[in-house]
């Protein structure tokens, strides 16, 4: 079955700095991953996704997420945060079923 | 095209009591899919409708149900209110062509207290 694991629930950063959210999956079909964004008192809104083709897939509000197939990873970055993107963070991946599988969430806090 | 509409918004239930939350998806969308998010379960996967018929199900109890109409519209109904389902409910709508994995688009959610 596949599971997601987001290894870190909350990650620390100031601003301006770089930051890295990490997603580790298990799937033994196709892999089709996601990374989604909720801002607090929010639904989820979609960041980024990879279907097919490049391993190197560029999202909203300037974050990026590289797969990495041999790592079974999908680690989501930004190289400069702002206080605007206090949120927590969800990757997810589609099963066998079409069904999106969800990690546990990231907050990333943003430090002044 | 407007995007996935939830309601209400906010809703103070006591136990015992029943609920039905409504959502409504994105224009020409087929899928519903409904979920619980608490601070401590995280996102857990409640039902999927798709053209009036529940396609996938999660992991919860019979008092927890949901339908679809045929403008695909969704509602879900909690029954019988326990303290445990306080809860921020969000609806996700996707197009519904199936046979592959689709983005979901969400509402806004509905916060449920339960007192």
């Known amino acids: 079955a596949q599971s997601v694991t987001q290894l870190d629930s909350q990650v620390p950063v100031f601003e301006e700095a770089p930051v890295e959210l990490r997603c580790n999956y298990s799937s033994s079909v196709s892999v089709y991953l996601f990374w989604y964004v909720q801002y607090p008192n929010q639904g989820l809104q979609l960041l980024l996704k990879y279907l097919s083709g490049s391993t190197l897939v560029k999202g909203i509000n300037g974050f990026e997420a590289e797969f990495n197939k041999s790592q079974t990873s999908f680690h989501l970055r930004k190289p400069s945060v702002h206080i605007s993107d206090t949120a927590e963070y969800f990757c997810a991946v589609g099963d066998s079923n079409y069904q999106l599988i969800w990690g546990a969430g990231t907050k990333l806090i943003i430090k002044p | 095209k407007a995007g996935v509409t939830q309601t209400p918004r906010y809703l103070i239930k006591t136990r015992g009591q029943q609920v039905t939350l409504s959502c409504s998806p994105i224009?020409?969308?087929?899928?519903v899919s409904w979920y619980q998010q608490t601070p401590g379960q995280g996102l857990q996967f409640l039902f999927e409708?798709?053209?009036?018929?529940?396609?996938n199900k999660g992991n919860f109890p019979g008092r927890f149900s949901g339908r679809q109409f045929s403008n695909s519209r969704s509602e879900m109904n909690v029954s019988t209110l326990e303290l445990g389902d306080s809860a921020l409910y969000l609806c996700?709508?996707?197009?519904?062509?199936?046979?592959?994995?689709?983005?979901?688009?969400f509402g806004p959610g509905t916060r449920l207290l339960v007192l």
């Open positions: 996700a709508s996707s197009a519904g062509t199936g046979g592959q994995v689709e983005t979901q688009y």
């Open positions: 224009s020409g969308h087929r899928s």
């Open positions: 409708y798709f053209s009036e018929t529940q396609r």
